[in-house]
């Protein structure tokens, strides 16, 4: 193996004419490698890639499969595989817990399959204690990178093959973009696509901004072409991609709204659909509210994290709003485009938390009338400024809030999903169904999902549903011809 390694010309001197060439560069060592391996072997050589965590990290999961395929590797769901990445997440504790769980399990697999490699990136991989503990306790980890060098994949890779020591590649921050590598989407008719990277907002519970850095905006023409690729190859959803979407465009040399972002992408002929996440409320423009209610492709959606109902926690949290200037704008949204649907992510057990505050948070979601909501027992992140807040709430309090919250929640969405019974709506199909044979299943422009009767040659195809019956969180429908 390594006496083939030698065999492949690396030139570490060579100069590129931008990073994306670089990288090609070295997929291209890295097929070599795997083909001889494959030879070596009789068999394709395998990789699975385990995402934890929000969209954003399920579409890197998409650009690091891309780069796998693209050297020949070969995508499996099982992990007794060649090559096992966890693309980790670490915005709450317990997502760390899972991922020191799992690794026991990997290192069993490592046993029985020495050649096997292991590879970790991600969020969680950007906080020095977590590569520290790595570093001592699972020493047979060969790889880790972090969020801002995910391009890296390739290079990084070469380098570990043939090398027993582990290779740590993190970076504390970066302003590079880089454009243009390979990606392998899940599904042929929707895709993520970036518009920005980072966070600014230092929301005080949150570890986001200590690991994905400051916000960085790619450059519209960079995100139109992108958009104009996919829908040549079959893309007729896209969902733009950023931790606070509604301050797109700051920085960059000709600065530009998220809201005049929308107004260019809706140009795009052949996409029939948008959406958006995340939005902040402190930056949510009336510009956007107007740009909404004019488009004919911007869904019908609006995920608005409200985090609390509290005013007072809301200054703590430094989100930059209060109860009542986040309620102005539901209004606003709902008075100008009346079929949206809103929903919310909510922390409960904020330090400091009282029942008065916690009832403030029960009534917005009344007021609100959210059609559903992520609801998040507080966690810890050591750094953040609340993890040495006093008055931390104590778990059997959390617990008991939760609950009462979730219980509001689900009434309210549940009434909410049977507004539409009896109408005919356009649905976006998505799979076949998984439960009964002989099914589909689709998404309204509300996000709200759908089972019919259908084909799955229906599959990627905007198609119109009679809402027979709603069920909770769904709807069952009949195809209209
Ligand atoms: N504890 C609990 N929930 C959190 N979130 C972010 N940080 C924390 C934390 N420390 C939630 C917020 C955010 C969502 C993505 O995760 O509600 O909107
Ligand atoms: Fe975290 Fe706040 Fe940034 Fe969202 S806006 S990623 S909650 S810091």
Redesign the pocket.
């Known amino acids: 193996m390594d006496k083939y390694l030698n065999e492949i010309k690396v030139d570490e001197n060579m100069e590129f004419e931008n990073e994306t060439k670089r990288q090609y560069y070295y997929m291209n060592l890295c097929k070599a490698y795997v083909h001889n391996q494959e030879q070596k072997l009789g068999r394709k050589l395998t990789a699975c890639i385990n995402t934890f965590g ?1 969209q954003m990290n399920f579409h890197d999961s998409e650009k690091l499969l891309g780069i796998l395929k693209e050297i020949g590797y070969e995508e499996t769901e099982s992990e007794k595989a060649d090559l096992v990445v966890y693309n980790t997440c670490t ?2 504790e317990n997502a760390n817990l899972k991922i020191y769980g799992r690794l026991g399990y990997l290192s069993n697999l490592k046993k029985k399959n020495p050649d096997m490699k292991i590879a970790l990136c991600g969020c969680m991989m950007q906080e020095k204690h977590v590569v520290d503990k790595i570093k001592k306790s699972y020493r047979f980890v060969d790889i880790i990178f972090g969020t801002h060098n995910i391009f890296k994949f390739a290079e990084i890779l070469f380098h570990s093959f043939g090398e027993k020591k582990m290779i740590t590649d993190v970076w504390e921050g970066t302003t590079e973009v880089v454009e243009n590598l390979p990606s392998v989407r899940k599904y042929k008719f929707k895709s993520g696509v970036n518009i920005m990277y980072g966070c600014n907002n230092f929301c005080s ?3 986001v901004p200590y690991v994905r850095g400051r916000e960085r905006s790619r450059e519209p023409e960079d995100i139109i072409k992108e958009i104009e690729e996919l829908v040549a190859d079959g893309v007729v959803e896209i969902m733009l991609l950023g931790q606070n979407v509604n301050s797109y465009g700051k920085g960059l040399k000709n600065e530009i709204s998220f809201a005049e972002l929308l107004r260019r992408v809706e140009k795009i002929e052949g996409l029939e659909r948008i959406r958006f996440m995340t939005s902040h409320p402190k930056d949510l423009s009336d510009e956007l509210i107007d740009v909404m209610a004019e488009s004919k492709k911007i869904c019908n959606q609006m995920h608005l ?1 409200v ?1 609390s109902g509290s005013s007072r926690l809301l200054k703590i949290m430094n989100r930059h709003y209060t109860k009542e200037a986040y309620l102005e704008i539901v209004k606003k949204l709902k008075d100008k485009i009346p079929d949206i649907s809103i929903t919310t ?3 409960v057990g904020f330090p400091g938390e009282t029942e008065e505050d916690f009832e403030e948070t029960i009534d917005i979601v009344k007021q609100v009338e959210y059609d559903s909501a992520f609801t ?4 810890k ?1 050591s750094g953040t400024p609340a993890a040495t807040m006093e008055n931390q709430v104590p778990e059997d309090v959390i617990k008991e809030r939760f609950d009462r919250l979730l219980k509001v929640i689900n009434e309210i969405s549940s009434k909410n999903t049977d507004k539409y019974t009896g109408q005919t709506m356009e649905v976006l199909v998505e799979e076949e169904n998984t439960h009964e044979e002989g099914l589909v299943t689709g998404r309204l422009t509300n996000n709200i999902l759908v089972h019919f009767k259908g084909e799955k040659e229906l599959i990627g195809k905007i198609v119109k549903v009679h809402l027979d019956e709603a069920k909770g969180f769904y709807y069952l429908g009949t195809l209209v011809d």
Do not use: G
């Open positions: 929000c915005v709450r519970y949150c570890i994290p985090q992510d909510i922390i998040f027992i507080y966690s992140r």
